[in-house]
Nanobody
């Protein structure tokens, strides 16, 4: 069982920055593929960024160049640095873990409760 707790959401004006964090339980965090997902009201959930055990990263085209995913294995923490935020980035952001490390969306079976990000124009 893996528990994930997100923090760092909030309200910001367009062009601003926020940093999300996700604290994870588990003794083999370094082997997990970790990801950030988001869901806006009335829209489907979408993948934002993911980072595998080898620190390879992948981003949605809508956030590439603005968001940076990182991990600190020593403290079981995942982060998402979000710069140049846009109103369309407004959503609930979720941290997710794939403990098998495959990094396919269907393999993200552990989820946090989410943290709200609101970007005003």
């Amino acid at each position: 069982q893996v528990q994930l707790v997100e923090s760092g959401g909030g309200s910001v004006q367009a062009g601003g920055s926020l940093r999300l964090s996700c604290a994870a339980s588990g003794r083999t965090f370094s082997n997990y593929c970790m990801g950030w997902f988001r869901q806006a009201p009335g829209k489907e959930r979408e993948g934002v960024a993911r980072i595998d055990r080898a620190w390879s990263t992948d981003y949605a085209s809508s956030v590439k160049g603005r968001f940076t995913i990182s991990r600190a294995n020593a403290v079981n923490t995942l982060s998402l640095q979000m710069n140049s935020l846009k109103p369309e980035d407004t959503a609930m952001y979720y941290c997710a873990a794939d403990i098998r490390g495959y990094c396919n969306e269907a393999d993200f079976v552990y989820w946090g409760q989410g943290t709200q990000v609101t970007v005003s124009s």
